[in-house]
């Protein structure tokens, strides 16, 4: 969906530290975290409190990947900026929420 509606390149990670090792090696527009870790179905919101907390990372725009919008207060509170659930990719909102990050 990002690279089809942006002029963007989608990189993935797997957990907390190779998140933090990506950022600390190349400039990243928004880092999207989904709510559950596909890998091993971990806290996604733990990435984002850990980033948050750097403080060489802590600026870097995040949004957490949630239909459940008690999960989205939650990682706003952690200094997140309210993202989107799965069900609204591809959404005209959707598309609007990431635009500020990842237009041209």
Do not use: W
Not at 43 to 55: A, F, N, Q, V, W
Not at 80 to 99: H, M, R, S, V
Request: net charge negative; hydrophobic share 35%.
């Amino acid at each position: 969906m990002v690279s089809s509606h942006f002029d963007a390149t989608v990189l993935q990670t797997h957990g907390a530290e190779d998140t933090v090792e990506l950022l600390r090696k190349r400039h990243v527009d928004l880092v999207t975290v989904n709510r559950k870790l596909d890998r091993d179905y971990t806290d996604g919101l733990e990435i984002i409190k850990k980033i948050k907390s750097d403080p060489e990372l802590c600026n870097v725009p995040m949004m957490l990947v949630t239909n459940y919008d008690e999960h989205q207060q939650t990682a706003v509170a952690e200094g997140a900026t309210y993202g989107f659930g799965k069900l609204e990719i591809g959404n005209p909102e959707t598309l609007e929420k990431l635009e500020p990050f990842l237009k041209s």
